[in-house]
């Protein structure tokens, strides 16, 4: 982890309210693992103290790209920075996402900036599989043409149907797994992530393991499906942050232990852990 005086850049849009922003970077570039972040001091926002975290979108030796959203006065102030500013970046930060076990086929489900959460982890990965992506409408769905060109196989569901198909990310995770199920169960041929599952017998989806990134609701909805079927799942939590570092607990969640449970840090421990592990709170 690091501290970095940094300089912008790139500003620009990116897709629907959605801005690009790339900064000189070269002590935390050649470092991040998917799913890590950096917690950002906004130019001009000094009357707020605490940094925000951004999700690293891409990352090289010089510099790293995040995509966000204006949703508050420290993201509207982030709007205004402009390239060649001075900006103050620590990072990575937290602990990304592991790779897929041996064998298994990875599902990506994302809403929002978790495409650009999973970016780096599409990337890496060397088994692509499909990915699911969600959001409001077509402004919300985010890189669809990077996915495609690192060969996944890219599925959209929006709330007004304005791309993809109407409905929740999670109602066209759903189909998919049925899709599949029907494929094995119907005329046994052709691959499949089934394949290997007994024709006529309950399909094995052991095969396939989740991450995902997106609103809190999304995630449960992904966990809750990942243990109902016996399925590994992790999950990129979103908390508000202060220090970023462990320090502070503001951003703590309920995690399971042998013998009941303990406050596990997002920043530090997370953001990305086991569906198994997390106890929901309303
Ligand atoms: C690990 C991590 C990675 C993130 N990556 C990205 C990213 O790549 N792109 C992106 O656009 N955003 C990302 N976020 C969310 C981003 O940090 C918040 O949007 C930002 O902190 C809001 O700051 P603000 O000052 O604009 O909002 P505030 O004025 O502080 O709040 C405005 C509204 O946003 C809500 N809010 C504030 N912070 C969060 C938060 N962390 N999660 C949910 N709601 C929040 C507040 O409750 C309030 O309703 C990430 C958050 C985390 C924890
Ligand atoms: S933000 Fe301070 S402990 Fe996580």
């Not at 972040?37 to 990352?59: D, G, M, N, Q, T």
């Not at 102030?77 to 076990?101: K, Q, R």
């Not at 929002?112 to 890496?124: E, P, R, V």
């Not at 309920?254 to 929901?280: H, L, M, Q, S």
Request: hydrophobic share 40%.
């Amino acid at each position: 982890m690091k501290q970095e005086n940094s300089t912008i850049l790139e500003h620009r849009l990116f897709h629907g309210d959605y801005r690009l922003l790339k900064f000189s970077a070269p002590s935390i570039g050649p470092h991040v693992q998917p799913g890590q972040f950096v917690h950002l001091k906004i130019p001009r926002f000094e009357h707020a103290v605490l940094r925000r975290p951004f999700s690293i979108f891409k990352a090289d030796t010089e510099s790293v790209s995040i995509l966000y959203k204006a949703v508050g006065r420290g993201t509207a102030a982030l709007a205004t920075v402009v390239e060649g500013e001075p900006v103050s970046l620590i990072g990575p930060l937290g602990t990304g996402f592991p790779m897929a076990g041996n064998g298994k086929i990875p599902l990506l489900v994302a809403g929002g900036y978790g495409n650009a959460a999973l970016y780096l982890q599409a990337a890496k990965l060397p088994v692509k599989g499909v990915a699911f992506f969600g959001g409001r409408t077509a402004d919300d769905i985010l890189c669809v043409d990077e996915f495609k060109a690192l060969g996944w196989d890219v599925h959209i569901a929006t709330d007004d149907g304005s791309l993809g198909q109407k409905g929740f990310v999670t109602a066209a995770l759903d189909a998919w797994l049925e899709e599949q199920e029907a494929g094995i169960r119907g005329h046994g041929s052709g691959e499949n992530c089934f394949q290997g599952s007994e024709k006529n017998s309950k399909p094995q989806r052991s095969c396939l393991e989740l991450f995902a990134c997106g609103p809190n609701a999304m995630l449960k909805a992904v966990g809750d499906r990942a243990i109902q079927n016996g399925l590994t799942a992790w999950l990129s939590m979103d908390r508000n942050m202060a220090c970023g570092v462990g320090a502070c607990l503001t951003c703590v969640i309920k995690r399971k232990t042998a013998d009941g449970w303990e406050w596990a840090r997002c920043c530090k421990d997370g953001p990305v852990f086991n569906a198994e592990e997390i106890i929901w709170e309303d």
